[in-house]
């Protein structure tokens, strides 16, 4: 049973350019959420796909914005890069509402 | 709205001796609280969680937290550290419902051998 899987694994891009990163849940999930992992933070919470549906999101500006598939698999992309944007870029999916998340190995993102 | 302050930013031990890891959290309501591991390169793997059941709560590989309401703490120990512990551990908060999970800080831990 593969659990959250992420692409690519590491990105370099440019300040001002757009980025687009996928997220496969766990099979039988339904349910996905993006965090950003700044260097030497915990993770923040930037907004949470069900039913191909933004239903919750964070204090991130609307440059963030993301798409939950049929399959329920998920894209986070984000639009004119700054340098702030630089982090791990983890998935989490669960079963619906406020259950147990399963963490994907993240999307290192460097702007340069 | 919850916050979580994991008071060490670094803890070192030696292999075989104990571990504490410390966490204070703030809600308004009864939330439900996690620890999770990241190993270098690796997602982050839920050792433990609290959902208002008992307040020792044990988790995987030897490690457990103790809930302690009037104290607003949810401290992980472990009795004998293994270099194989060696990671970022964090402390979540989260309230009840379909709330997001907030996550502190981390605390680096280093096993010395």
């Known amino acids: 049973d593969a659990g959250v899987t992420q692409s690519p694994t590491h990105l370099i891009k440019t300040r001002g350019q757009q980025v687009t990163l996928r997220c496969s849940p766990k099979s039988g999930h339904d349910t996905v959420s993006w965090y950003q992992q700044a260097l030497g933070q915990g993770p923040q919470f930037i907004f949470q796909?069900?039913?191909?549906?933004?239903?919750q999101r964070g204090n991130f500006p609307d440059r963030f914005s993301g798409h939950q598939f049929p399959n329920y698999s998920s894209e986070l992309n984000v639009n004119a890069l700054l340098l702030g944007d630089s982090a791990l870029y983890l998935c989490?999916?669960?079963?619906?509402?406020?259950?147990?998340?399963?963490f994907g190995p993240g999307t290192r993102l460097t702007v340069t | 709205a919850q916050s979580v302050t994991q008071l060490d930013s670094h803890v070192s031990v030696s292999e075989g001796t104990p571990v504490l890891l410390r966490c204070n959290y703030s809600?308004?309501?009864?939330?439900?609280l996690f620890w999770y591991v990241q190993h270098p390169n690796k997602g982050l793997q839920l050792l433990l969680k609290?959902?208002?059941?008992?307040?020792l709560v044990k988790g995987i590989n030897g490690f457990e937290a103790e809930f302690k309401k009037s104290e607003t703490s949810f401290h992980l120990t472990k009795p004998s550290a293994h270099m194989s512990d060696a990671a970022e551990y964090f402390c979540?908060?989260?309230?009840?419902?379909?709330?997001?999970?907030?996550f502190g800080k981390g605390t680096r831990l280093s096993v010395i051998a």
């Open positions: 796909y069900y039913e191909e549906e933004e239903r």
């Open positions: 979540v908060v989260s309230d009840p419902g379909n709330t997001p999970l907030v």
């Open positions: 609290y959902t208002s059941a008992a307040t």
């Open positions: 989490a999916s669960s079963s619906g509402f406020g259950y147990e998340q399963y």
């Open positions: 809600s308004s309501y009864s939330p439900s």
